[in-house]
C-alpha cells in the first residue's frame, strides 16, 4: 500500500497577530528536520503550513517552509488574510490561497463560509469548495510551467464571450448552474448580457466589422463591373 505521512503544524497561528512569530519559524524548521527523517526511512511524507497570515508575509512563509522541508509538498488552509471577516472566510482564504500558489503552495484546502463559525452544511462544502477551486486555478495562471496549459480554459471562455456563445460560456464556467441561473433570473432573452445590453461593445464591434466587410464586398463586386 502506498502511505504518506501528513505533517500537520500544531503551532499554527490562530490569528493574523500570530503570523510569523518565533514559534511558528521554530516549527518549520522542526517539520524539516522531520521530513529528513521520514524521507530517510523511506517514507514520503507531505507538509502543511499556516492558516492566518496577511498578504505581505505570505511569500515570505511559503518560500521558508519550502525551503526547510526541501520542497516537500505543501498544503494549506487558505492561508486567510484577515480575522474580521466570518461568514466570508472561504473568500479570506482564497485571497491568501492565490498568492500562496503563486509562491510554491502545491494544494489548497478548501475552506467554507462557516469556518471560526460552525460546521459546514453541505451547501457551505459546496461553495468554499468552488471557491478554493478558482483560487487555486488564479494560481495557476501565474505558475511557470503549469500556467500555459492553465490559461487554455480562460482562453476558451473568451472566444465563447467574444461570439456571445452562451452554451459554451457556460460550459466554460466554474458553476454553470449558477451562471445560467444569473443569466436567466430578469427573464429577459437579448443576445447580449444586460450589463451593457444595447451598446454592448462586444456586439457593436462585431456589427461594425460585419458592416465594414458587406462594404468590402460591394465594393469588390462594383470594381469587378468596371
Ligand atoms: S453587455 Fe457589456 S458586459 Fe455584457 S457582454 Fe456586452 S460588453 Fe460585456
Same mark, same amino acid.
Request: with cysteine; glycine share 8%.
Given at each position: 500500500?502506498?502511505?504518506?505521512? !501528513?505533517?500537520?503544524?500544531?503551532?499554527?497561528?490562530?490569528?493574523?497577530?500570530?503570523?510569523?512569530?518565533?514559534?511558528?519559524?521554530?516549527?518549520?524548521?522542526?517539520?524539516?528536520?522531520?521530513?529528513?527523517?521520514?524521507?530517510?526511512?523511506?517514507?514520503?511524507?507531505?507538509?502543511?503550513?499556516?492558516?492566518?497570515?496577511?498578504?505581505?508575509?505570505?511569500?515570505?512563509?511559503?518560500?521558508?517552509?519550502?525551503?526547510?522541508?526541501?520542497?516537500?509538498?505543501?498544503?494549506?488552509?487558505?492561508?486567510?488574510?484577515?480575522?474580521?471577516?466570518?461568514?466570508?472566510?472561504?473568500?479570506?482564504?482564497?485571497?491568501?490561497?492565490?498568492?500562496?500558489?503563486?509562491?510554491?503552495?502545491?494544494?489548497?484546502?478548501?475552506?467554507?463560509?462557516?469556518?471560526?463559525? &460552525?460546521?459546514?452544511?453541505?451547501?457551505?462544502?459546496?461553495?468554499?469548495?468552488?471557491?478554493?477551486?478558482?483560487?487555486?486555478? !488564479?494560481? &495557476?495562471?501565474?505558475?511557470?510551467?503549469?500556467?500555459?496549459?492553465?490559461?487554455?480554459?480562460?482562453?476558451?471562455?473568451?472566444?465563447?464571450?467574444? &461570439?456571445?456563445?452562451?452554451?459554451?460560456?457556460?460550459?466554460?464556467?466554474?458553476?454553470?448552474?449558477?451562471?445560467?441561473?444569473?443569466?436567466?433570473?430578469?427573464?429577459?432573452?437579448?443576445?447580449?448580457?444586460?450589463?451593457?445590453?444595447?451598446?454592448?461593445?462586444?456586439?457593436?464591434?462585431?456589427?461594425?466589422?460585419?458592416?465594414?466587410?458587406?462594404?468590402?464586398?460591394?465594393?469588390?463586386?462594383?470594381?469587378?463591373?468596371?
Amino acid at each position: 500500500h502506498e502511505l504518506t505521512l !501528513s505533517l500537520g503544524d500544531g503551532l499554527r497561528p490562530g490569528c493574523i497577530d500570530d503570523a510569523s512569530d518565533r514559534a511558528k519559524y521554530m516549527e518549520f524548521i522542526m517539520l524539516g528536520e522531520l521530513v529528513d527523517r521520514a524521507r530517510r526511512a523511506g517514507v514520503q511524507v507531505m507538509v502543511e503550513g499556516p492558516g492566518h497570515v496577511p498578504a505581505d508575509e505570505i511569500e515570505t512563509s511559503v518560500k521558508a517552509m519550502k525551503y526547510v522541508t526541501d520542497g516537500a509538498p505543501l498544503y494549506l488552509l487558505g492561508p486567510i488574510v484577515t480575522d474580521i471577516a466570518p461568514g466570508y472566510d472561504h473568500i479570506t482564504a482564497a485571497i491568501g490561497g492565490v498568492i500562496a500558489g503563486m509562491n510554491g503552495a502545491d494544494f489548497l484546502c478548501a475552506t467554507t463560509p462557516s469556518e471560526h463559525l &460552525d460546521l459546514p452544511t453541505k451547501e457551505d462544502i459546496f461553495e468554499g469548495t468552488i471557491v478554493t477551486r478558482i483560487a487555486a486555478h !488564479s494560481a &495557476d495562471l501565474a505558475k511557470p510551467g503549469i500556467k500555459d496549459r492553465a490559461r487554455l480554459w480562460d482562453r476558451k471562455m473568451a472566444v465563447a464571450r467574444m &461570439d456571445l456563445d452562451w452554451p459554451a460560456q457556460f460550459d466554460q464556467a466554474i458553476n454553470p448552474d449558477l451562471a445560467r441561473q444569473i443569466r436567466h433570473r430578469r427573464g429577459v432573452e437579448v443576445d447580449t448580457c444586460t450589463m451593457c445590453n444595447e451598446l454592448c461593445a462586444i456586439r457593436l464591434a462585431k456589427e461594425a466589422m460585419e458592416r465594414e466587410e458587406e462594404k468590402a464586398k460591394k465594393k469588390e463586386k462594383s470594381e469587378k463591373r468596371t
